[in-house]
């Protein structure tokens, strides 16, 4: 992640990645999933300039790209929708957007599909008939992309919110804690989500709506049969996140899963109602962990049902040798991990129980460095999408950041 | 195996050991478990001598035993049943030829053991009212004890099938192949086995029953809910059996199941159904191939039903790092591995399909002997009890064992 040098004025917020907690696959075949907020953020501040112009930075991804207003205005008949009653945009207006930014129609390209998300959500949030205002945006994000860690709803949860506290559409209510950031009202949260999730769909097409809910609402969620529902008061879990940075495909690891499920029929329905019995699990202990003073037994439960579930993963097919190594090397120190998202290279994690010893971590990162992978130590099931108030140093605020 | 000098007279059987196949702990929850002759084997012979004794010669578990006619007439009231209706002995019997061999009451013993079951079973088939033949039984045995492979029931099958056929209570009338072996009517085969189950209660007390059968019959058998069923029609497969020869209990492991399905049900149930599902699936298998010519991709099937079930044996908490070495080891040449019995260490097999590159196994079996492993190559679904015809030669028959 790139440094911004500091400013005197704007808005700044936040908003977390994701991980599959449990019930990646399952849920295709209507199991539930849970996912949880994942404390790696993405920043953005708004600044307002004089020149007439919008500028979106991206140096994480090497994006700068400025336009005229005057452009904008010329080509576009503004504003898009009423931003109080977000709209995705028809394929017309879409491919309008791409075509005033230079981008090809199909384009699947991360820094394309940033541009055009930004350009859509900016002309229907900020603009109206007569004004466009003049900002400067810039993002930066301990977010690696295509890591399956929900970076693109961070961003799009990020545009959303700056952009809807900017034009006054929201109003920045709920402190929630001494480090001066502060959240919004349940409307507020409710219609940010939305435009978020708008966002996902200009850059996804058709997204499940979980990595969006999860970067607005933090926490964890239920996701099941395409409802999404919040979980109440998740304990915030210490793991360590790792990126074996082997390159991997959803759509093909989902296929592989169906073929096995159609192969199988009898060996593997019954694995994904036992991942459906882990998600259970999990919610019922993250209640109880809720209710009392968490035990080293709840954590234990939380060691098993990881450790279930990554068997049960590689039994579906979906699991990596590179997957593998981080399992071996994080159980020969005693933890437990699994992968999370589609598999078959991507991310694992690891939790990091209350009271784990500093010397087995440093092990850990040290023996998973050596084969290659990234780690961060970070957290799950923190919050959401928030403002960050004080703004006295750099951007991004540095202490926020658990560095790779 | 010791080699025992040869003879120029007699009767020689063998009777193979058992894996389980597919099913181990689910059995204990009602699932069908597949069990499958092992073609380690344990050899015995029979010859009659003059001295008007008794001698019992295991040179493998270092037991040489003799006993005058004289002697054992006078403390028995013989004969202990009419060999045609086995039953086993009463309590007081039981304890009285443990006194006679001078063996405690509560004996684990193999040795022991070994010599009360023999003593019941040849006091029962082969003595009259007036008459106990003066006999020299010797057996060796491929199959090391203790391990969960069927050992003690090749012994008592072995027992029962020669001291039948000694008294020509049953007779060799079906020539299976060209190796001067021959095997019995389903009705002589039906009165070894229930002799051969008298044999390993005296044992173990309280066996299932499966192993006397699957050593008496061969091939594989579906045991479930006490029900014992021959498959039929089994294809021999050729494997690595492996012996981590870690200690093992298989009541450790079976009161260790029962912990972890008490304690998560709804994860732990639907991976017995699991279990059950891979258990029909091979028996569906098996009779494919049986139809027509097996194909690689029966192979294939059978490979990830190992691995699947492997899978799930580590997800019930009975695998061990011994075990995981072998299922890395064996995996990192493209063949799949699990445990066979009770697990937490004990043996595991590998399926060697047709057309594996013998480099490969060397290479396997090599980096298994460093590990500190024993290693066979042998099959599994082949013949029961077998008398061997032609003798010229040592005993055991030296091209019928498969050398460790």
Redesign the interface.
């Known amino acids: 992640m790139s440094q911004i040098p500091p400013s005197d004025d704007g808005i700044v917020v936040s908003a977390p990645g994701k991980v599959i907690l449990h019930g990646e696959h399952a849920v295709v075949y209507g199991k539930r999933a849970l996912a949880a907020s994942l404390n790696l953020r993405t920043f953005l501040r708004i600044t307002s300039n004089s020149s007439h112009q919008v500028s979106l930075r991206l140096p994480d991804i090497g994006v700068s790209v400025t336009w005229s207003l005057g452009e904008l205005q010329e080509t576009f008949t503004l504003p898009f929708c009423d931003p109080m009653n977000p709209v995705p945009p028809s394929a017309d207006l879409l491919a309008q957007v791409k075509k005033f930014a230079g981008i090809e129609s199909d384009t699947v390209n991360t820094k394309q599909l940033a541009v055009v998300t930004f350009l859509y959500l900016f002309l229907s949030i900020s603009a109206t008939h007569k004004n466009i205002p003049s900002l400067t945006i810039e993002v930066a994000s301990n977010l690696p992309t295509g890591a399956g860690l929900g970076s693109s709803a961070a961003f799009s949860t990020c545009l959303a919110s700056s952009l809807l506290q900017h034009r006054r559409l929201t109003s920045v209510a709920l402190q929630v804690d001494k480090s001066n950031t502060a959240t919004w009202s349940d409307k507020d949260i409710k219609l940010i989500n939305q435009w978020a999730f708008i966002g996902e769909k200009v850059i996804h097409g058709n997204p499940s709506g979980i990595d969006n809910s999860v970067s607005t609402y933090g926490g964890a969620l239920n996701f099941q049969a395409g409802n999404i529902t919040p979980i109440d008061r998740v304990p915030q879990l210490r793991i360590l996140l790792l990126n074996t940075k082997v390159p991997r495909s959803t759509k093909f690891m989902v296929a592989g899963v169906k073929d096995r499920y159609n192969?199988?029929p009898?060996?593997?329905?019954?694995?994904l109602?036992?991942i459906?019995?882990?998600s259970?699990?999990c919610e019922r202990i993250f209640t109880e962990m809720d209710k009392g003073t968490p035990t080293q037994e709840h954590y234990d439960?939380l060691k098993?049902?990881i450790d279930?579930n990554q068997?049960?993963l590689?039994?579906l097919g979906v699991s990596h040798p590179a997957l593998e190594r981080v399992c071996h090397v994080t159980q020969s120190h005693g933890l437990y991990s699994k992968l999370t998202g589609a598999g078959g290279g991507g991310c694992a994690f690891t939790l990091v129980p209350p009271g784990t010893c500093e010397d087995v971590i440093g092990n850990i990162r040290q023996e998973l460095k050596e084969l290659g992978y990234d780690c961060w130590e970070t957290t799950m099931g923190g919050p959401g999408v928030l403002q960050h108030l004080s703004l006295d140093g750099t951007f991004p605020i540095p202490a926020l950041f658990p560095r790779n």
């Open positions: 192969k199988y009898e060996i593997i329905g019954p694995v109602d036992s459906e019995g882990i259970q699990c439960t098993d049902l279930i068997n049960h590689r039994t």
